[in-house]
């Protein structure tokens, strides 16, 4: 069966997107925990982080499903769901500037900001068991043994799970070390995605991630978002920031109606089909 798909990042986080409209073609997709494996592969497969699904949907413009590179199915990507945006725009799919785009997160609403997506992320989740944490009420400079090191996390939900942590110099932090240990630590149920953060001043920060299922990636968008709520809630930045990732900034809002916006670029890379 020959497998038609697109090729997209957004800020070096990069995605296989597979149109799913079609119901027929849908139904006929092996199972996703190993297609997702099989492409997301960078020797024996196309190579990306994730897999993004667009399907059709009864309450919104269309529905987004994703898959990380490990064959797991995760609830919300930032940087996915402009990539998938902008799939739909070039395409004219809809011609509307604004998009809402039905998640396991809830509906996301991605607007056209020029050559820019803009995304109404919703409101951030802080309550512990809500993330979902093993700690009750807010979870904020909790101190937190991994190995040799004693970390202070601040955990956020944007729709995913995240363990926020502050460093002086991120360029040098063991990502690859630490990052896997905690993502599994029993603390989180589900996992969670860590942001390692430098401080670089009152509104601009600097992150690396590790994210559940996928390993370190060059950005993050709901990451970049926790990260932004996080350093606000620490007092070491105001509520616009911009957020310096390996692939490029991203700038966070976190709103006056509590809802947190990202906006970023979003770009395809190419087309292809591969036997599946």
């Not at 056209?112 to 309550?127: A, H, I, K, S, T």
């Not at 920031?241 to 990202?262: F, K, R």
């Amino acid at each position: 069966m020959k497998l038609e798909f697109t090729k997209m990042h957004g800020l070096g986080n990069d995605f296989v997107l597979i149109d799913c409209r079609e119901k027929p073609f849908g139904d006929r997709l092996p199972a996703m925990a190993d297609l997702s494996r099989r492409l997301c592969h960078r020797r024996f497969g196309v190579g990306a982080d994730q897999v993004l699904l667009l399907y059709p949907s009864d309450v919104a413009d269309c529905r987004m499903k994703i898959f990380n590179a490990d064959g797991s199915e995760v609830e919300m990507c930032g940087n996915g769901i402009r990539c998938l945006a902008r799939y739909i725009w070039d395409r004219k799919i809809s011609e509307g500037d604004a998009l809402s785009v039905e998640t396991a997160a809830g509906i996301m609403r991605p607007e056209r900001r020029g050559e820019l997506v803009r995304v109404d992320m919703g409101e951030p989740v802080l309550e512990g068991r809500r993330i979902p944490v093993k700690i009750d009420g807010e979870v904020k400079d909790y101190p937190l043994k991994i190995d040799d090191r004693e970390f202070r996390i601040t955990c956020v939900s944007m729709g995913n799970p995240h363990a926020v942590i502050f460093v002086n110099d991120v360029g040098s932090f063991e990502v690859g070390r630490y990052g896997p240990l905690i993502e599994r630590h029993e603390l989180f149920p589900n996992r969670v995605n860590v942001e390692f953060i430098q401080v670089l001043g009152p509104d601009s920060l600097k992150m690396r991630v590790w994210e559940r299922g996928s390993g370190e990636t060059m950005a993050c968008g709901t990451g970049a978002s926790a990260a932004a709520v996080a350093a606000h809630l620490n007092r070491y930045i105001g509520k616009k920031s911009t957020v310096a990732l390996l692939g490029g900034d991203l700038e966070i809002e976190w709103a006056g109606d509590n809802h947190v916006y990202m906006t970023g670029p979003a770009e395809e890379v190419f087309e292809g089909r591969m036997e599946i």
